[in-house]
C-alpha cells in the first residue's frame, strides 16, 4: 500500500532535530490526527491479535472470527504476522491470502515436542501449499529458555530443506542475533523484537532507542534482512521504570515507528492490531493494552478524552 507522504509535510522534521520534539507544540487533538493520517495512510504490517476476550492459547478459532478482524485491518497494511500453525492460527495466512496480502507465518514452539512436530509440519504445509513469504521457527524460544540453541538450529535446518524457496528464520529480541552467531548464520532473514518500553525507557528516549535496536540486529546479521516483527507501545497499564503507558504515548510511538519504517524502507510489523486480554497473566495490566483496537475491535484513540 502506497503512503502519501506529501499529506504529511507539516509535521515533517528539519534535519537533525529529534522527532519527539515536534510534539511540544501539538495538541492531543493534533497527534490524534495524525495518528489518523498516518494509518490511513498504510502502515508495513501489523501482528495478528487472534484471541477475543475469554479465548486464549488453546482455544480454537474458527474461520469465521479471523476473517472479521482480518477484514478491519485490510484497508490499513498489506502484511500479517501470525504466531502459531495449529489451533485455528493456520487459518491466518489462508485468509490473508484471500485479502490479497503478503504473510509472515510462525510456527510456536515450546516445551511441548508433539506440539512442535504439529507446528513445524503446518507451517512447512502452508508454505508448500503458497501461504507463506516468510516462515519464523520460533518466537523468544531462547529467551524463555524452552529448548536449547542446539535444539532449535536442528528445527531451523530441518525446515529450510523442506521449504528452499521461502525466507526462513527465527524471532527473538534483537541482542540474541549478537550473542548467537550459529542462529544468525542459520537464518535466511533476520526476524528481531525491539522493545524500548520493555527495557524501562521514558517515552522521549524510546524512538532513538528502537533505533539502536533494529542497527545492533543489523550489524550483527552482516548484510541479511533485517525485519522487526514486533514493536509497540501500551496505552494503559503499569510503569516500567521510565516507560509509562498511555492514549498519547501510544500514538505518538505508532507514528515515530511508521514514519521511520518508510523514511528508510524498513519492514515492520507493529504490535498489536487488536488488545487481548489473556496476556494480562504472562505480563501483568499492561499486557492486555498493546492494539491500535480495542479488544472489542473498535478503533482506538479517535473518542473521549485522550491523555
Given at each position: 500500500m502506497?503512503?502519501?507522504?506529501?499529506?504529511?509535510?507539516?509535521?515533517k522534521r528539519p534535519e537533525?532535530?529529534?522527532k519527539e520534539l515536534l510534539y511540544d507544540e501539538k495538541s492531543p487533538e493534533d497527534i490524534k490526527s495524525l495518528f489518523l493520517e498516518v494509518l490511513h495512510?498504510?502502515?508495513?504490517?501489523?501482528?495478528?491479535?487472534?484471541?477475543?476476550?475469554?479465548?486464549k492459547p488453546g482455544t480454537i478459532i474458527s474461520d469465521a472470527q479471523v476473517r472479521r478482524r482480518m477484514q478491519i485491518l485490510k484497508p490499513y497494511t498489506n502484511s500479517v504476522r501470525s504466531f502459531s500453525c495449529i489451533e485455528g492460527n493456520e487459518l491466518v495466512p489462508k485468509i490473508a491470502k484471500e485479502f490479497g496480502m503478503k504473510t509472515l507465518v510462525g510456527a510456536w514452539l515450546g516445551t511441548d515436542k508433539e506440539k512442535n512436530l504439529q507446528e513445524i509440519m503446518s507451517l512447512i504445509q502452508l508454505a508448500r501449499d503458497g501461504y507463506v513469504?516468510?516462515?519464523?521457527?520460533?518466537?523468544?524460544?531462547?529467551?524463555?529458555?524452552?529448548l536449547t540453541e542446539h535444539e532449535l538450529l536442528e528445527i531451523i535446518s530441518y525446515v529450510k530443506k523442506e521449504i528452499p524457496d521461502i525466507p526462513v528464520g527465527y524471532v527473538d529480541a534483537y541482542y540474541e542475533f549478537a550473542e548467537r552467531p550459529a542462529i544468525t548464520e542459520a537464518c535466511d532473514v533476520i526476524f528481531c523484537n525491539c522493545y524500548p518500553f520493555w527495557e524501562g525507557t521514558g517515552f522521549n528516549d524510546s524512538f532513538e532507542h528502537m533505533q539502536q535496536m533494529y542497527?545492533?540486529?543489523l550489524m550483527a546479521g552482516n548484510g541479511k534482512k533485517v525485519i522487526i516483527t514486533e514493536t509497540g507501545?501500551?496505552?494503559?497499564?503499569q510503569s516500567l521504570r521510565g516507560a509509562e503507558p498511555s492514549n498519547l504515548n501510544a500514538m505518538k510511538y505508532f507514528i515515530n515507528t511508521n514514519l521511520w519504517a518508510i523514511d528508510e524502507n524498513i519492514e515492520v510489523f507493529y504490535f498489536s492490531s487488536f488488545d487481548e486480554t489473556?496476556?494480562?497473566?504472562?505480563?501483568?495490566?499492561?499486557?492486555?493494552?498493546w492494539g491500535i483496537w480495542d479488544k472489542s475491535e473498535k478503533l482506538k484513540f479517535v473518542d473521549g478524552h485522550i491523555s
Open positions: 502506497s503512503f502519501r507522504k506529501e499529506r504529511l509535510q507539516n509535521f537533525g532535530i529529534r495512510g498504510g502502515v508495513s504490517g501489523f501482528c495478528f491479535s487472534i484471541y477475543e476476550e475469554g479465548q513469504d516468510y516462515a519464523a521457527v520460533g518466537n523468544e524460544v531462547l529467551y524463555r529458555k524452552d542497527h545492533h540486529a507501545w501500551p496505552s494503559q497499564g489473556w496476556k494480562v497473566g504472562p505480563e501483568g495490566d499492561v499486557g492486555a493494552h
